[in-house]
């Protein structure tokens, strides 16, 4: 879900939004890295500190993307797009689409 908000929102030209946030989300990505490194926490550490920048990804754009503040124009209804791009990536990947 998050690549393909990354998709829809880099397609919109909101490239700025998506730029800040992958800077704060790479700073919680070396925090973890750290953290597991300075506690000993191993692979575990590492996945965690991946899952927390995916949850910020997720959360951004997932907020992004319902404010509509990446829409130039005419508004959209931003579920119809949603599905259409998930559409067209279960189709492009040989997926069978769900109905």
Known sequence: MVFVLDGVLIG???TRHLMWTMLAGAA?????????LQFDWALMGILSAISALM????TTN???FFKQ???VGESVDPR???MIASAQVIE?????AFE
């Open 12 to 14: 919109a030209r909101d």
């Open 92 to 96: 492009k990947n040989g997926l069978q």
């Open 80 to 82: 119809r797009l949603l």
């Open 69 to 71: 503040k990446w829409v």
């Open 55 to 58: 949850l910020w990804r997720s």
């Open 62 to 64: 997932l907020g992004r």
């Open 28 to 36: 919680i990505l070396i925090a973890g890295a750290w953290s597991s």
